[in-house]
């Protein structure tokens, strides 16, 4: 079964400052997402990546997938208190296999 | 419109209790799919119900069942809870079946269970 790994686990950033998070595949990825999550509360949906090398912006975070289409990173710049929260990375299974697998997630703390 | 509503949003059970937990997903959305959301496994996928059937299933025993009604309004049941089944179960509905780029969350129920 396919297995996403997140780094870091956690993360403490001055605001302003840009940060980086990973997400890497034990499989090729055919469909990645990205979403962010406020403590106890349900997911929203940031971006999603098909194509080896594709790369999306929205406001100040872009998310990339790599060329084999097994590692994602998502770049935030300039963050902003705003931006805590946890970061989760989903996969497709692929083939006919939709449904989502998780990585543990990213916890981003921004300090004013 | 109104998004995906999650009812009770808190719920305390004890050991060997059942439980039925309600999600309404958004209008004219016909898939709901169920998360469990815990510390230690993260989130992970409980099922996914398209009008009325079940379309996928993760690796859950069969203690976790659900159903979908023809308002696709949808409950998931756990019988016999155990004190590993505290969890933030979210749900998450789209307009059709494997739709994850359109996916909408609810907020959660968070369950414990002592």
């Known amino acids: 079964s396919q297995e996403l790994e997140q780094s870091p686990q956690s993360l403490i950033v001055q605001e302003g400052k840009n940060l980086t998070i990973n997400c890497t595949s034990s499989?090729?990825?055919?469909?990645l997402y990205w979403y962010k999550q406020k403590y106890g509360e349900g997911l929203i949906f940031l971006m999603m990546?098909?194509?080896?090398?594709e790369e999306k912006s929205h406001e100040k975070i872009t998310a990339k997938l790599d060329e084999k289409k097994q590692q994602s990173s998502l770049h935030i710049t300039a963050s902003q208190p705003s931006h805590a929260g946890i970061y989760l990375c989903?996969?497709?299974?692929?083939?006919?296999?939709?449904?989502?697998?998780f990585g543990k997630g990213t916890l981003l703390t921004v300090n004013p | 419109k109104a998004g995906v509503t999650q009812t009770p949003r808190y719920l305390i059970k004890t050991r060997g209790q059942q439980v039925t937990l309600s999600c309404s997903p958004i209008?004219?959305?016909?898939?709901v799919s169920w998360y469990q959301q815990t510390p230690g496994q993260g989130l992970q996928f409980l099922f996914e119900?398209?009008?009325?059937?079940?379309?996928n299933k993760g690796n859950f025993p069969g203690r976790f069942s659900g159903r979908q009604f023809s308002n696709s309004r949808s409950e998931m049941n756990v019988s016999t809870l155990e004190l590993g089944d505290s969890a933030l179960y979210l749900c998450?509905?789209?307009?059709?079946?494997?739709?994850?780029?359109?996916?909408?969350f609810g907020p959660g129920t968070r369950l414990t269970v002592t």
């Open positions: 998450a509905s789209s307009s059709y079946s494997g739709g994850a780029s359109e996916q909408y």
């Open positions: 499989k090729t990825l055919y469909g």
């Open positions: 990546l098909q194509k080896g090398g």
């Open positions: 989903g996969a497709e299974g692929g083939g006919s296999n939709y449904k989502l697998t």
């Open positions: 209008s004219g959305h016909r898939s």
């Open positions: 119900y398209f009008s009325e059937t079940q379309r």
